[in-house]
């Protein structure tokens, strides 16, 4: 079989799951992830037969795909900021949105003048740990400290920590119950703020394959863990200092509340899709 009679056979599995388009994008992702083919080499190599061991392994890619998998976590890996991150089912596979929430935080640092000096920065919720190492990147001079509940996660985050050759000082931490130590520059986070009530909105390969803990607040009140960041910060966070929050898009306004009496500046603002998506401020 030829890839593109195969790329036929895969896209007619996926009917049901993928459009066309994103079918055809997911076969390039497993095709070059074996072969480390460019999208052009793959585009040559249509008419070539696929090999048994290739052929045997994109079959097992696709077996899992339309089970509903996330493509990210049957590779074990995925791009994000332009770094390769490991994946697995215990940490969030990173979203778009999380990239615009820490191009603002570097903007914002570079800004404040505060990448002049040691900044002590703190990651609450870390997961995968793609916020901390793309910060400590940023500003190698900088003290990266990261909290997560599970430690399962804070394996995955260790691990990528090693592979992107950084030192993040991972806390393994009920933030919600333990008292916070230290003040720091910058804080940020992208907490579990999906309502219980929204459980229904969420897509079943998400609710699925990732973790609940990372997706769902672990009460009723979507606000618990803003709550508390809002109070570490009178106590926690540097004068002049910087937060950076990803929220959940329908609490936009009731989460600004909570940090415009603690903070001298608080900002509400929209991702790229339109939503209300990020609440940054200043001390």
Known sequence: MTYSQYKIHFKKQLLSIYDDSESSRLF??????LTGWNSIEIRNARDEDVTENIEEKLNSFLSELTTGKPYQQILGETEFYGLKFFVDEHVLIPRPE????????IDKINKSGSHNKDLK??????GSAIIPIVLKK???????????????????AQ???????VEINFIHQDYLKANLTGVYDVIISNPPYIGIEEE???????????????????TSNALIFYEKIAEDCKSHLNENGLVFLEINQKLGKETLELFTNVLSEAELMRDLSGNERIVWGRK
């Open 28 to 33: 390039d992702v497993f095709v070059q992830h």
């Open 98 to 105: 999380t990239e615009e929430l820490l191009e603002l935080a």
């Open 121 to 126: 920065i703190l990651d609450i919720g870390t």
């Open 138 to 156: 940023r500003f190698p001079d900088a003290e990266v400290s990261a909290i997560d509940f599970s430690e399962n996660a804070l394996k995955t």
């Open 159 to 165: 691990r990528n920590a090693d592979f992107q050759q």
């Open 200 to 218: 229904g909105e969420i897509a079943d390969s998400v609710k699925e394959f990732e973790p609940k803990m990372a997706l769902f607040s672990p």
